[in-house]
């Protein structure tokens, strides 16, 4: 698993660039030319041309092929990020979006003219409502924190068509990022929920909270600690008696596939990441999929426009006054929709039930096998991802940071690290129900051997990565002053 063909930092292509060199050659034209300002008016015509890289064939095909590898994915490597559910892409779902008919559909196109799309997000949608329990799905969000954001406007559309002023909602300290920014931009004061000592929602805390201005809480399930939350039908029933919504985050589906479902656990709402738990590639900041599923009440405030089937015929249906409205262009990530619904097909109700069976197998697997050498961050049995702590190593000067870093080396992807945020030095690890014991029992011999290496020559860690294109990088500086541009060196 080591990686091949590290090298110092590649030049950019632009700085390869050689004045002439051209990677194409095409017959001369058999029209005659008209200057350039006879087509375009004048002053939309730049006054020298765009600086462009010139390079040959060989020069773009080995750049581009070259930074290729210089990542880290799925298809290349194990990668345990936690929450993130990095499960393999099956290839059947790229022929299948890439088909003409789907792949080159035009958005704009009649719905008359667009009947097999259509019908294959109605019963996408219809798929997703009965793996969730929810009695309707609206594809439109692009990623698991547009759903929330739909999802929370369409409970306070609710709460608003019933007369009601609920200003608050309510969100577990273990809570992923997203669902305090989510619930902000749709107008609400987020309150913090506490955690008990194993990791689950403090109910006395969440019962000294609710009252008639909570218009909803919202938890993930599994927790984020990789548990299943123990009262959740109970939690969701308190909500109910005060008036309150209750929201699933459903990034962490993958755990309970076939097994249970958010509809019958009691709650109103739930998203989907199809990138996480459906397969579809995560893409580098691409596109992403987070549909969203209601039960009945909440119907009337979809986002428009809604996919109907009459008779045999599919349409948009816009005619719907108390809708939040549309969230993005065109309908929907489709292509994400059509590899979702290419998984769903080829696994069946069996399939996706043995896929959680599987994940819940690999995570538990990898916590007994690194108990002995990391403090386990809850007592298990953990659902699909573990979460450990290198609270030990840090005493001895590594942290979870330094880990992740090792890692590297080692030829794995790292692991979540810092998150969940209560757990001091969290390593958050998911396999997946896509790798093998072999996969997964070298990751584990790696994470021994570093925890022993903390004890032993601590160095060789501190010093990693040493094999990657760059080294430690200034995280904060990359995230606040990134460099998105070439220009030309000053100079002369
Ligand atoms: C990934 C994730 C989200 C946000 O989903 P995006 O698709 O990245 O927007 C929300 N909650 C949890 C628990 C997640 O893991």
Redesign the pocket.
């Known amino acids: 698993m080591e990686r091949q063909g590290t090298r110092a930092y590649d030049k950019l292509i632009f700085e390869i660039s050689s004045p002439g060199r051209i990677a194409y050659s095409l017959p001369d034209s058999d029209v005659p030319e008209r200057p350039l300002g006879e087509l375009l008016p004048r002053e939309q015509l730049r006054a020298k041309p765009a600086e462009l890289p010139e390079v040959s064939e060989f020069d773009i095909v080995r750049h581009y092929s070259r930074l290729s590898q210089m990542n880290y994915g799925v298809d290349t490597h194990f990668y345990p990020l936690g929450?993130?559910?990095m499960k393999y892409n099956p290839k059947i779902n790229e022929d299948m979006a890439r088909l003409a008919g789907f792949g080159r559909l035009h958005p704009m196109t009649p719905a008359a003219s667009a009947q097999g799309a259509l019908q294959l997000m109605y019963d996408l949608g219809l798929a997703l409502a009965e793996i969730s329990g929810m009695d309707a799905v609206s594809l439109q969000p692009a990623?698991?924190?547009?759903?929330?954001l739909s999802g929370v406007l369409m409970i306070r559309a609710y709460h608003r068509s019933r007369g009601e002023k609920r200003t608050k909602v309510l969100i577990p300290d273990s809570?992923?990022g997203?669902?305090p920014a989510s619930t902000a931009l749709a107008g609400y004061e987020v309150i913090e929920v506490k955690s008990d000592a194993e990791g689950a929602v403090d109910l006395g805390d969440l019962e000294r909270h609710l009252g008639p201005d909570v218009a909803a809480f919202m938890i993930?399930v599994p927790n984020?600690l990789g548990n299943f939350e123990p009262r959740v039908v109970e939690i969701a029933e308190l909500c109910h008696a005060k008036g309150a919504q209750v929201y699933m985050?459903g990034?962490?589906l993958n755990a309970i596939l076939g097994i249970t479902r958010p509809g019958d656990l009691g709650f109103d709402v739930c998203h989907f990441?199809l990138?996480?738990t459906f397969t579809t590639p995560h893409g580098g900041g691409g596109p992403?999929s987070?549909p969203v599923g209601i039960k009945a009440h909440l119907e009337p405030f979809l986002p428009t426009p809604v996919i109907v089937k009459q008779d045999d015929t599919y349409g948009f249906d816009w005619k719907r006054p108390k809708s939040i409205g549309k969230l993005q262009a065109f309908w929907g990530n489709f292509g994400m929709l059509v590899r979702a619904y290419t998984y769903i097909r080829t696994m069946g109700a069996d399939g996706l039930r043995r896929v959680s069976e599987n994940a819940v197998l690999n995570a538990n697997y990898i916590m007994k096998r690194l108990e002995a050498h990391y403090d386990v961050a809850a007592p298990g049995p953990c659902m699909h991802e573990c979460v450990l702590s290198a609270r030990r190593q840090k005493k001895l000067g590594v942290t979870a940071m330094d880990v992740a870093k090792r890692l590297l080396d080692l030829g794995f992807y790292a692991p979540s690290t810092y998150f969940p945020m209560i757990v001091e030095e969290a390593l958050m690890i998911e396999p997946t129900e896509t790798e093998s014991k072999e996969t997964l029992d070298a990751f584990c011999d790696a994470m021994i051997q570093i925890a022993r290496e903390t004890e032993t020559d601590p160095r060789v860690i501190h010093a990693a990565p040493l094999t990657t294109p760059v080294r430690r990088l200034d995280q904060t500086r990359a995230a606040r002053e990134p460099a998105l541009r070439w220009s030309r060196p000053a100079g002369p």
């Not at 990623?143 to 929330?148: D, I, P, V």
Request: hydrophobic share 15%.
């Open positions: 929450s993130c559910t990623a698991g924190a547009q759903g929330e809570a992923h997203t669902n993930t984020t985050d990034a962490n990441n990138h996480k992403g987070g």
